[in-house]
Each structure stands twice: as structure tokens, then as C-alpha cells.
């Protein structure tokens, strides 16, 4: 069995890689240079109860036995720090999850070893953006309350749904903030 759809994107094997891949690809669709994008994530099944209009809205169908429904939240203020954002943010019960999609410049191990000492973090992101080996990313991470976690990471170079990486453990800094927002 292969691990790539007709279309060439990858196969997702639980309902979060699944609303992970389904945020990558919308966000996708919007082209680059977007801001950061917070989203919501709800139980299909108990949306589809208690919600049945939004439902129909949304385009969700009969079949919703674990799936999770991404629901973009407004957007974020501008140029507030991502974490001190996430900080203000509370959840109602109703809500599974939560993910979030950013750009960044990032930087191979190789150059990161190459990094000037006593850079301040204007300093910092100004030598990235100049290094010869960044990379454009786009990361989409997601977290449930029970604490599972999932990414997804596309490069600008390879924008492409069959070049997308996936994996629970490639953005941690980022899963810990948003998982964050559920602690009480």
C-alpha cells in the first residue's frame, strides 16, 4: 500500500494529520507571505449535532465518526509576539484542539553552527534573512487537549502537497505554546 493519494499528497492516517493536512492545503491556496493563521478544532460528530446548520455550511457530510473540523478564529493582532499571544488565549470545553499555521526562515544544521555569538533577536532574524542557505517554511502544528500533537512543513522551494513533511515532533517549541492554551 503506498503512502501518497492519486494526487500525490500524502496519506493521512489519523483525524488530526488529517485536519493538519487539511489547514496546509487551504493555507496552500492563499500563496505565500500570509501572516500566521490560528484555527480552532472541533469534533466533526458533536458539530454535526449541536450545529447542524454550521454543518451544512461547512460542507461536512454524514461521515464524521472522529473527524476534526478546522475552524479559522480571527485573525491575529499584528505585530504582537506569537507567544505572548498564545498566552492570552483560553478555550471553551467545545473545543478539541487548536493549530496554527506560520512562516519562518529557516536555516540547515550545517549554517546554524555558523551563527554569530551575542546577536539579539533583530540582529539574529536580519542574518538569517541574508544567509545563502535559508529556507522559506510553512508550518502547520496542531495539538488536542489529550496532549497528541502533529506538523505538517512545507518548503517555498518545493511547494508542492506531495512534498510535505509530516510528523508529531517537528515543530515542538510551537506545539508546547499551542498546547499551552488548554492548561488551566
Not at 48 to 53: D, I, K, S
Request: hydrophobic residues 45%; charged residues 25%; proline residues 7%.
Amino acid at each position: 500500500m503506498s503512502n501518497i493519494a492519486s494526487d500525490g499528497a500524502p496519506l493521512a492516517s489519523s483525524p488530526l494529520t488529517r485536519a493538519v493536512l487539511e489547514i496546509d492545503e487551504y493555507t496552500s491556496g492563499l500563496g505565500w507571505d500570509q501572516p500566521a493563521r490560528l484555527f480552532a478544532l472541533v469534533d466533526t460528530a458533536q458539530l454535526r449535532t449541536e450545529e447542524p446548520g454550521l454543518a451544512d455550511q461547512l460542507g461536512l457530510g454524514e461521515e464524521t465518526t472522529g473527524a476534526l473540523t478546522p475552524i479559522e478564529q480571527d485573525e491575529l493582532p499584528a505585530g504582537a509576539p506569537l507567544d505572548e499571544f498564545l498566552a492570552t488565549i483560553a478555550w471553551p470545553d467545545v473545543i478539541a484542539g487548536c493549530a496554527m499555521t506560520v512562516e519562518r526562515l529557516m536555516l540547515p544544521p550545517t549554517a546554524e553552527e555558523a551563527i554569530p555569538e551575542g546577536l539579539d533577536e533583530a540582529a539574529l532574524a536580519k542574518w538569517v534573512a541574508s544567509h545563502p542557505e535559508r529556507q522559506e517554511v510553512r508550518m502547520t502544528v496542531a495539538v488536542l487537549r489529550n496532549g497528541a500533537r502533529e506538523s505538517a512543513v512545507r518548503l517555498r522551494e518545493k511547494d508542492s502537497a506531495a512534498e510535505v513533511l509530516t510528523g508529531a515532533g517537528l515543530v515542538p517549541g510551537l506545539a508546547d505554546a499551542l498546547a499551552a492554551t488548554f492548561e488551566a
